[in-house]
């Protein structure tokens, strides 16, 4: 995949996990053994997406075909890495997860733009 179509799917897990921390109750036990093997198997794939995404953009960064910086890329990742985890776990107050959410559609926006 490209770019473009590895952006458009990053935002596309984004809102189903916005979504998913907006609708879903908070486990009743944080360390159930099934409910990591759920969240795991859940998302394995997105971080791998995450992964590729960071590359895929690292080196357009570096030719200078989008208007992101290396540290904004890099920071996208970490915090779509956080925002997989809280959408799960909902261990985290509403305010912060919509500032991680805002800033990777900020991103992906600003990427998007330049295509």
Do not use: G
Request: hydrophobic share 35%; with cysteine.
């Amino acid at each position: 995949m490209n770019l473009k179509e590895t952006t458009i799917q990053l935002k596309r897990e984004l809102e189903l996990l916005k979504s998913n921390y907006l609708e879903q109750e908070k486990p009743a036990h944080k360390r159930d053994k099934d409910f990591f093997h759920y969240v795991k198997e859940k998302t394995n794939p997105v971080f791998q997406l995450n992964e590729s995404w960071e590359t895929l953009a690292a080196e357009h960064v570096k030719d200078r075909d989008v208007r992101v910086h290396p540290q904004q890329v890099a920071s996208t990742r970490e915090n779509m890495d956080l925002l997989l985890m809280h959408s799960y776990y909902i261990d985290v107050k509403r305010k912060r997860y919509m500032e991680l959410y805002q800033s990777v559609q900020y991103v992906c926006d600003l990427i998007l733009e330049d295509f």
